[in-house]
């Protein structure tokens, strides 16, 4: 089992949709980051959080410490969206984090219009 | 500000070839790290460094090397090229972590070993 599980693998959504992506990981973290890539693109990194929930435009990435989950939600969800999102867990305590980190196989996401 | 840049993008290798693979940020981070991506898998750490000077194996380091001299360069290096090393690479940056550590990654590198 990957220490890292991301949910769905694949999801198609109609233009306008709320999506959400889901991560779980069985490892104690510091931080969890969620990442965004393109078709034949590079990686550009959405979030990165430690507890709580953050917002930047239509994204909001929340996480549960606790339960060891996090979510990825995208309102309104447009075309342009399309891409690979992926779930990356940087583990250890946040005073002994340590400097790897452990991807998610990510989730491709296709927004129709 | 041009970020993490690798090069080259693309490279086609014969197996026993040795090539190196450029990773140049400009951001003055501490923390740059190689991975490299299968279909279907999660990226893999290669190799990882927190500063000049000092590097360290990840998950995946057999026949590769890196080198740090300076804050701004990592390079890797394949020294056998074989297909299994067939996949995309990607180099990264960050500062180190806390809360402000958030990954900066370059364009990718897809190297073909035949």
């Known amino acids: 089992k990957n220490e890292v599980e991301q949910s769905p693998q694949n999801l198609t959504a109609q233009e306008g949709e709320f999506i959400t992506i889901n991560c779980s990981y069985s490892?104690?973290?510091?931080?969890l980051h969620w990442l965004q890539q393109h078709p034949g693109g590079g990686i550009v990194s959405l979030f990165m959080l430690s507890s709580g929930k953050k917002k930047h435009g239509r994204l909001i990435a929340t996480i549960n410490i606790q339960e060891k989950h996090s979510s990825l939600h995208i309102t309104a969800s447009h075309p342009r969206d399309s891409a690979v999102y992926i779930c990356a867990v940087r583990g250890g305590t946040y005073g002994g984090a340590t400097n790897k980190l452990i991807f998610g196989t990510g989730t491709l996401l296709a927004v129709q219009p | 500000n041009a970020g993490v840049t690798q090069t080259p993008k693309f490279r086609i290798l014969k197996i026993g070839q040795s090539m190196t693979l450029q990773c140049t940020q400009d951001m003055n981070h501490n923390y740059m790290y190689w991975y490299r991506q299968d279909p279907g898998m999660g990226l893999k750490l290669i190799y990882y460094?927190?500063?000049?000077?000092?590097?360290d194996k990840g998950e995946v380091p057999n026949g590769y090397n890196v080198s740090r001299s300076t804050t701004e360069d990592f390079p890797l290096r394949l020294e056998l090229a074989a297909p299994s090393q067939t996949s995309v690479y990607f180099c990264?940056?960050?500062?180190?972590?806390?809360?402000?550590?958030?990954?900066?990654f370059g364009e990718g590198s897809r190297l073909t070993v035949l």
């Open positions: 490892v104690g973290i510091s931080a």
């Open positions: 990264a940056s960050s500062p180190p972590w806390g809360a402000k550590g958030e990954l900066f």
């Open positions: 460094s927190v500063g000049a000077g000092i590097t």
